[in-house]
């Protein structure tokens, strides 16, 4: 999948200025709460809040606590919904601080997630219409309605904080430790 350009219409919309739910912001502030949980434990400050009916389940980045390169915050909701639920299709509203990347994409569609609700745009490696539409592809075959940019502002703020406090510890003198030699 080279560039896809971003959904529009067909049960998935990728609209920055649509209307949302009341209850998204709510979601949303909680989930950059966890975001701010995942910061300090040393990753990259993303949460998500996955409301299945009255309940939720939540999760944060732990990539680096863990470590497992599939521990995003969208992969630990959806994983800790389907355990207590007793089932993959799990249904409900993904609330998330940043745009998924390909793997929690299809975590969301796989999950038959019908709802997706994110902060603010990934231009590195957003799946969901910025660089690439997992969710509108044709070989997908879940359709998820799509809401971005609740609280942009605020989420993309939180992940410039970070990013920019990571790049001032690299260049405060610290020396960084070695690379290891790969043979």
């Known amino acids: 999948m080279d560039r896809v350009p971003p959904s529009e219409g067909g049960g998935c919309p ?7 739910d009341s ?3 709510r979601y949303l502030r ?14 990259v400050p993303v949460g998500a809040v996955l409301v299945v009916g009255e309940r939720s389940f939540e999760g944060r980045n732990e990539k680096e606590q863990r470590p497992d390169p599939t521990a995003h915050a ?10 207590i639920l007793g089932t993959w299709r799990i249904g409900g509203t993904l609330y998330v601080t ?3 990347c390909a793997m929690c994409a299809g975590a969301i569609a796989a999950a038959r997630i019908e709802r997706l609700v994110f902060g603010c745009a990934d231009p590195k490696g957003g799946a969901v219409g910025s660089v690439i539409d997992v969710l509108a592809s044709g070989a997908i075959n879940h359709r998820v309605s799509v809401t971005a ?15 920019r406090a990571k790049r001032v510890g690299r260049t405060s003198g610290a020396e960084l430790p070695p690379l290891p030699v790969i043979s």
Not at 14 to 20: D, L, M, T
Not at 74 to 83: D, H, L, P, T
Not at 149 to 163: I, P, S
């Open 98 to 100: 940043k745009e998924p």
């Open 74 to 83: 969208e992969v630990i909701a959806v994983r800790e919904a389907a355990r």
């Open 149 to 163: 940019g609740v609280l942009e502002t605020e989420t993309a703020q939180q992940l410039r904080d970070y990013f």
């Open 14 to 20: 990728f609209e920055p200025g649509r209307e949302h």
């Open 23 to 25: 209850r998204d912001e």
């Open 30 to 43: 909680r989930a950059i709460a966890l975001a701010g949980e995942a910061a300090a434990g040393g990753d």
